[in-house]
């Protein structure tokens, strides 16, 4: 897999340079007149971005196979990660949206199966609301592929030859779609919930395929979104809020699933301010890193006796030194360091949008959201590997080398993506910004640290306790989803209902048992005159006899 992916990305980068698109149509057969047809759409973005994925699950698929040996459901678990990288690779290379829907719908249950494997009520709760947020988005898609049947073709880029209020249904429902997909606000409440998966799972959920099939379908449909003012606020209030209940969470999976949501946001609204592009590779370079800090986290959980609290980690660099290395590396490039992959996206994302859009509200929150990563990513370090060694560190198992050197040709290849894509990808570009601009993140890191870590932890949490509340609601993202299961929970008691008292109830009874009882009472009725007892043959014989004579009777009349 690990060798098709490079051929796959080469290839990509071939097409970008001589502008090729292939278009294939697969006719597989004809059926009463309709013919069934497969299409697959290869350029440049479908192709690198494919290629991406299929490296990561080759990694992923050498890594579980020792994280969760000896599990009792092991083939089923394999069976379901294959099933999850098939749809979300029908789902890049499918331009048809019939055929993206098989890829759309697969993941959202595939995905459900994944994040029940654990059964147990905390997994099943995340699974019911993980699919029923999901649903929300297939809904949409649903009815965007009908709106598209009254214009002859269900490819995608037949949406660019749309017009009227056409063209602006189609972008609610587009957007609808990839926002619920993405996590989005206000659907953001199935990421962190989705982290009851295996690790193996979340790293894929939380990197390349399930959150990134709702970005990869808006970046397919740029053409539609152009400059969008709804996306660039819900991108950013994302960023905001996730970044901020990061800072106060202490379940490490959660931690870095925040991250994700934060980084899903950074990439809304950079598409949402017309630079597909960017976020593109944003997306591609934050699927590496982010990939990596799963199965690093990974390694730490299973080390210490699949303990997830970061309160009860501590001296991992002592019992992890490789992983502790490469999580560091990658918390560095999720911070944006120089050098690293996340540098070169999200540097160059930051200063074009400083360079367009210079509304102070705005610039304040995605600074804000900015310097909170860098919050979240020093809190997470100081738990893991500088305060006192974690009561676990007895028990550490130590790192296994099957799951060392996968995350190890991650790690190199996450590390120089970034810079190989910005040459490639993007043109030699000079951006001049004034100085209070280039160092505004510094400076909010500098003075926002001392005040987060040295006033909130250090001085009112302990002084004023009454502040739990407070910490509690924004570590659950401000109860969002206690809100998704209140709006949620309602239909599943109405479909309750309307199954008990019409599926069960009357339309059983009018229908289904209700004409098999009166078929089978009349049956039984008519079963008397066939008996062999020589009383109803006697009987019969009777109403035979009284039968002519009334008709003779009739006749004499006549």
Same mark, same amino acid.
């Given at each position: 897999?690990?060798?098709?992916?490079?051929?796959?990305?080469?290839?990509?980068?071939?097409?970008?340079?001589?502008?090729?698109?292939?278009?294939?149509?697969?006719?597989?057969?004809?059926?009463?007149?309709?013919?069934?047809?497969?299409?697959l759409?290869?350029?440049?973005?479908?192709l690198?971005?494919?290629?991406?994925?299929?490296f990561?699950?080759?990694?992923?698929?050498?890594?579980?196979?020792?994280?969760?040996?000896?599990?009792?459901?092991?083939?089923?678990?394999?069976?379901?990660?294959?099933?999850?990288?098939?749809?979300?690779?029908?789902?890049?290379?499918?331009?048809?949206?019939?055929?993206?829907?098989?890829?759309?719908?697969?993941?959202g249950?595939?995905?459900?199966?994944?994040v029940?494997?654990?059964?147990?009520?905390?997994?099943? #709760?995340?699974?019911?609301?993980?699919?029923l947020? #999901?649903?929300?988005?297939d809904?949409?898609?649903?009815?965007?592929?009908?709106?598209?049947?009254?214009?002859?073709?269900?490819?995608?880029?037949?949406?660019?030859?749309?017009?009227?209020?056409?063209?602006?249904?189609?972008?609610?429902?587009?957007?609808?779609?990839?926002?619920?997909?993405?996590?989005?606000?206000?659907?953001?409440?199935?990421?962190?919930?989705?982290?009851?998966?295996?690790?193996p799972?979340?790293?894929?959920?939380?990197?390349?395929?399930?959150v990134?099939?709702?970005?990869?379908?808006?970046?397919?449909?740029?053409?539609?979104?152009?400059?969008?003012?709804?996306?660039?606020?819900?991108g950013?209030?994302?960023?905001?809020?996730?970044?901020?209940?990061?800072?106060?969470?202490?379940?490490?999976?959660?931690?870095?699933?925040?991250?994700?949501?934060?980084?899903?946001?950074?990439?809304?609204?950079?598409?949402?301010?017309?630079?597909?592009?960017?976020?593109?590779?944003?997306?591609?370079?934050h699927?590496?890193?982010?990939?990596?800090?799963f199965?690093c986290?990974?390694?730490?959980?299973?080390?210490?006796?699949?303990?997830?609290?970061?309160?009860?980690?501590?001296?991992?660099?002592?019992?992890?030194p490789?992983?502790?290395?490469?999580?560091?590396?990658?918390?560095l490039?999720?911070?944006?360091?120089?050098?690293?992959?996340?540098?070169?996206?999200?540097?160059?994302?930051?200063?074009?949008?400083?360079?367009?859009?210079?509304?102070?509200?705005?610039?304040?929150?995605?600074?804000?959201?900015?310097?909170f990563?860098?919050?979240?990513?020093?809190?997470?370090?100081?738990?893991?590997?500088?305060?006192?060694?974690?009561?676990?560190?007895?028990?550490?198992?130590?790192?296994?080398?099957?799951?060392?050197?996968?995350?190890?040709?991650?790690?190199?290849?996450?590390?120089?993506?970034?810079?190989?894509?910005?040459?490639?990808?993007?043109?030699?570009?000079?951006?001049?910004?004034?100085?209070?601009f280039?160092?505004?993140?510094?400076?909010?890191?500098?003075?926002?640290s001392?005040?987060?870590?040295?006033m909130?932890? #250090?001085?009112?949490?302990?002084?004023?306790?009454?502040?739990?509340?407070?910490?509690?609601?924004?570590?659950?993202?401000?109860?969002?989803?206690?809100?998704?299961?209140?709006?949620?929970?309602?239909?599943?008691?109405?479909?309750?209902?309307?199954?008990?008292?019409?599926?069960?109830?009357?339309?059983e009874?009018?229908?289904?048992?209700?004409?098999?009882?009166?078929?089978?009472?009349?049956?039984?009725?008519?079963?008397?005159?066939?008996?062999?007892?020589?009383?109803?043959?006697?009987?019969?014989f009777?109403?035979?006899?009284?039968?002519?004579?009334?008709?003779?009777?009739?006749?004499?009349? #006549?």
């Open positions: 897999m690990a060798l098709f992916s490079l051929y796959l990305v080469w290839e990509g980068i071939v097409f970008y340079y001589k502008g090729t698109v292939i278009f294939i149509e697969w006719d597989l057969f004809t059926l009463f007149g309709s013919r069934i047809i497969i299409t759409l290869l350029d440049w973005m479908s690198i971005f494919g290629g991406f994925v299929i990561i699950s080759g990694i992923i698929f050498i890594y579980r196979t020792y994280y969760i040996e000896g599990d009792k459901f092991f083939a089923r678990f394999i069976i379901l990660v294959y099933l999850f990288v098939v749809s979300i690779i029908l789902l890049v290379f499918s331009p048809n949206l019939i055929s993206l829907l098989l890829g759309w719908d697969g993941l249950l595939v995905s459900y199966c994944l029940i494997y654990y059964q147990n009520e905390k997994s099943a #709760n995340a699974g019911i609301l993980t699919i947020s #999901n649903r929300v988005g809904v949409a898609l649903l009815l965007r592929i009908s709106w598209l049947a009254r214009y002859g073709s269900w490819n995608f880029f037949y949406s660019q030859l749309l017009y009227g209020n056409s063209i602006f249904f189609v972008l609610v429902l587009v957007l609808l779609a990839g926002i619920t997909k993405s996590a989005q606000i206000p659907f953001s409440a199935w990421l962190p919930a989705a982290i009851a998966a295996p690790t799972v979340s790293a894929l959920v939380h990197s390349s395929t399930l990134t099939a709702g970005v990869y379908l808006l970046i397919r449909f740029h053409y539609v979104l152009s400059i969008n003012n709804f996306l660039f606020y819900i950013s209030f994302t960023i905001f809020i996730s970044g901020l209940g990061a800072n106060f969470e202490t379940d490490l999976k959660k931690i870095i699933a925040l991250s994700t949501l934060s980084q899903l946001g950074v990439i809304m609204f950079t598409l949402a301010l017309g630079y597909y592009e960017f976020s593109f590779f944003h997306l591609l370079s699927a590496l890193f982010k990939s990596l800090l199965l986290a990974g390694v730490f959980i299973h080390s210490m006796g699949d303990i997830q609290d970061i309160r009860y980690l501590g001296g991992l660099n002592l019992g992890c490789v992983s502790s290395f490469f999580f560091v590396a990658c918390s490039s999720l911070c944006g360091f120089p050098f690293l992959a996340g540098f070169y996206s999200k540097d160059l994302i930051l200063e074009s949008y400083m360079l367009d859009h210079l509304r102070l509200i705005i610039i304040l929150v995605v600074v804000l959201g900015t310097l990563t860098a919050t979240y990513s020093t809190r997470l370090l100081f738990y893991l590997y500088f305060k006192n060694f974690g009561s676990k560190i007895n028990i550490c198992l130590a790192e296994l080398r099957g799951m060392v050197v996968p995350i190890g040709a991650l790690f190199f290849v996450s590390v120089f993506a970034g810079s190989y894509i910005s040459w490639l990808f993007i043109p030699p570009i000079f951006i001049f910004l004034p100085m209070f280039k160092t505004m993140i510094l400076r909010g890191i500098f003075f926002g001392y005040f987060i870590f040295i909130i932890y #250090n001085l009112i949490l302990v002084q004023f306790k009454n502040l739990g509340d407070t910490v509690h609601f924004i570590s659950r993202i401000w109860f969002m989803p206690i809100l998704s299961t209140y709006f949620l929970v309602p239909p599943l008691y109405l479909g309750n209902l309307l199954i008990k008292y019409l599926d069960q109830g009357w339309v009874i009018i229908r289904g048992q209700g004409f098999y009882l009166v078929a089978n009472k009349g049956g039984s009725f008519f079963d008397y005159f066939f008996s062999l007892n020589i009383k109803y043959y006697l009987l019969l009777l109403l035979m006899g009284l039968f002519l004579l009334f008709y003779i009777y009739l006749n004499s009349l #006549n």
